[in-house]
């Protein structure tokens, strides 16, 4: 995103999504020579992060991870831009879903890798819940999303009793 319009963002206090780009270095790898699931979801889980804080402009944490797809394998020395997007908001929480494209910098060709939602919660100092700014859904495609997360969100709450 450009430093103009992420700044208009700020300002208007609706910075709803982040993208963070990451070259797949060799280390990343596991033993078939492909992006380390684990390394992959560390660095989703920090967009996740990042969006969050952006978002409510408060300390986050990590409750849920789910619906992780690892759709194609990553390749050492490719291009990822994590793209991520706050869907729905509780009182305290919020879902961030998160989709993964992977470029190939010779032929600049992109895949869509991996995908996957995480519930960050709101924070202080104590670890106490705090609120977050509702989340204002605009357009079709936040639409969609906003509904289809918070199906999600119930299916969560169920399986989890
Ligand atoms: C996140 C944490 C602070 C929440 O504390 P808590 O006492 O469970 O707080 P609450 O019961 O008020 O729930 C907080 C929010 O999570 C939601 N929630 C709780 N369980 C949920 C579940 N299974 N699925 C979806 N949402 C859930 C609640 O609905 C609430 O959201 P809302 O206010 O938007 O409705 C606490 O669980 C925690 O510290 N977890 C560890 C976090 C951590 O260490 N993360 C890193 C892991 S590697």
């Known amino acids: 995103m450009r430093r103009k319009?992420?700044?208009?963002?700020?300002?208007?206090?609706?910075?709803t999504s982040t993208e963070v780009s990451v070259l797949v270095t060799p280390e990343m790898g596991n033993f078939y020579g492909t992006m380390?699931?684990?390394?992959?979801?560390?660095?989703?889980?920090?967009?996740?992060?990042?969006?969050g804080?952006?978002?409510?402009?408060?300390?986050?944490?990590?409750?849920a991870v789910d619906n992780v797809l690892f759709k194609e394998p990553v390749y050492?020395?490719?291009?990822?831009?994590?793209?991520?997007?706050?869907?729905?908001?509780?009182?305290?929480?919020?879902?961030?879903?998160?989709?993964?494209m992977a470029e190939n910098l010779k032929t600049l060709s992109m895949r869509h890798t991996t995908?996957?939602?995480?519930?960050?919660?709101?924070?202080?100092?104590?670890?106490?819940?705090?609120?977050?700014?509702e989340l204002l859904v605009n357009g079709k495609v936040?639409?969609?999303r906003h509904e289809n997360a918070i199906l999600?969100?119930?299916?969560?709450k169920k399986l989890s009793h």
């Open 5 to 15: 319009s992420l700044n208009k963002k700020k300002e208007l206090g609706l910075l």
């Open 36 to 51: 380390h699931g684990g390394e992959l979801l560390k660095r989703l889980d920090n967009v996740a992060y990042i969006c």
């Open 53 to 63: 804080v952006r978002y409510c402009k408060n300390q986050v944490v990590t409750l």
């Open 76 to 100: 050492i020395g490719e291009l990822l831009t994590i793209q991520a997007c706050v869907n729905y908001t509780g009182k305290t929480s919020m879902e961030i879903g998160i989709k993964v």
């Open 115 to 133: 995908s996957c939602y995480f519930t960050m919660v709101a924070v202080d100092d104590k670890g106490g819940t705090m609120l977050v700014p």
């Open 142 to 144: 936040a639409q969609r």
């Open 152 to 156: 999600r969100n119930k299916n969560r």
